[in-house]
Structure formats: C-alpha cells, structure tokens
C-alpha cells in the first residue's frame, strides 16, 4: 500500500468508538478492505460524468402500496361501543403521567 489512505491505527481508532474489540487478524483484514473500498472511491472520482444524468434507482419505481381510498368514518357509535368508559365522543383512559400535574 504505497498510497496508504487508511492507516490500521485509524481502523482501531474507529472501533474503538464504536466500542468494537477487534482482533489484530480483523484490524488487519478491516484495514486492508477499507483500503481497497477508499482505492474504488478513488478510481471513480477520475472518471469524467459531465453531462451523465445521476442515476437514482436501478430499477423502475413503483409503490406497492394500495391506493388511499376514503371510507366512512362516521363510525363514533360503534367505536365508542368498544370503549370501557366514555364520556360524550372522548374515551377515558387511565392517567399514566400524573405526577406534577397542577389540580
């Protein structure tokens, strides 16, 4: 590695952030990947896409989500129904955060 971009120092640095304990078999592997992705990087900077449109998807975008369709919502009798306790269209539920309330 001539052009060292990464140094194995950096890759335990690294790890050591990330609080990842590494062997020195896995520091030298990490740092030789690391290397070779930083040469890739490299290599493709040089290459000229001047007028090249940016490629956001490989594939044709589509959603595979059902279409929003409206539906009836005029259902408060039924759901308050469901409710153990109500009080006009508002449901009563159990306090869960009573501390410091003023009252």
């Known amino acids: 590695m001539a052009n060292e971009q990464i140094t194995r120092e950096e890759v335990e640095h690294v790890a050591n ?9 896995e520091a030298d592997m990490f740092t030789d990947h690391l290397e070779k992705i930083f040469e890739v990087v490299t290599t493709l900077s040089e290459v000229d896409t001047e007028g090249v449109a ?11 989500l059902r279409e929003d369709v409206a539906v009836n919502a005029h259902q408060s ?3 308050l129904a469901n409710a153990p306790e109500h009080t006009d269209t508002l449901i009563k539920v159990p306090a869960i955060l009573d501390e410091g309330a003023e009252g």
Not at 20 to 25: E, N, S, V
Not at 54 to 64: H, K, L, N, Q
Request: no cysteine; glycine share 0%.
């Open 17 to 25: 952030l990330a609080k990842l304990t590494l062997t020195d078999a």
């Open 77 to 79: 009798a039924e759901l």
């Open 54 to 64: 940016p490629t956001y998807s490989v594939t044709e975008m589509r959603t595979v």
